[in-house]
């Protein structure tokens, strides 16, 4: 009987909104728009019977999930489901188009050198290295048969890859947005994807 996880990207921020990095040092809360996000997630998926939630450390994954912790499901939180750390650049505004050392970093990963980082800040290399124990207890609870699993994300993006053996400098190619969802399915030995970024639950009416 094949095990499904749900992978969860949290909800909006208001860093988000504002296209400033928060990575794993900068613990901010969910906006109003976030916690709407949160809410029709739980209207979904709120009757599921998960046996376990995990979360990163951070504040907003934790608000993400809250209804469902409400509900007492056993709750762990792992520091390596934290967010990549930005370094120096974590609380500024980044994008691709105003950010030169930004944009040399990402095409350095998309051309494999996935050891290249932000000044100060980790690795998508060293971000794989700290999610590899909470994948070998993830394999190894097979008692845990549904799980909910909210991360970040690049977080996210590193562990499909991890999920999935696709090599790091592949990770643009899973998209996400503000609590979206990824939903897995584990035989024992191959993870597979079974719905793909999906926000179907955010198009609900109310």
Request: hydrophobic content about 35%; some cysteine.
């Amino acid at each position: 009987m094949p095990r499904t996880i749900f992978l969860l990207r949290h909800g909006q921020t208001d860093f988000n909104v504002r296209g400033i990095v928060q990575g794993s040092g900068v613990d901010s809360s969910l906006n109003d728009t976030g916690r709407q996000q949160a809410a029709r997630f739980f209207a979904a998926y709120g009757h599921v019977p998960f046996d376990k939630v995990y979360t990163s450390t951070l504040r907003r994954t934790h608000e993400s999930v809250q209804q469902f912790l409400d509900l007492g499901l056993p709750h762990e939180a792992h520091a390596g489901l934290n967010e990549i750390s930005w370094g120096m650049r974590e609380g500024t505004r980044i994008t691709m188009e105003e950010d030169e050392e930004y944009r040399r970093v990402l095409a350095s990963w998309n051309a494999g050198d996935t050891h290249a980082r932000l000044l100060g800040g980790e690795s998508p290399e060293e971000v794989a290295a700290r999610q590899r124990p909470f994948i070998e207890l993830l394999r190894a609870r097979d008692d845990e048969r549904t799980i909910l699993v909210c991360l970040h994300g690049r977080a996210l993006r590193v562990l499909l890859c991890q999920l999935l053996n696709y090599p790091l400098s592949c990770m643009e190619g899973f998209e996400h947005s503000n609590l979206c969802l990824y939903k897995m399915e584990y035989t024992g030995s191959v993870f597979t994807v079974k719905n793909f970024l999906d926000v179907s639950h955010l198009q609900v009416a109310g």
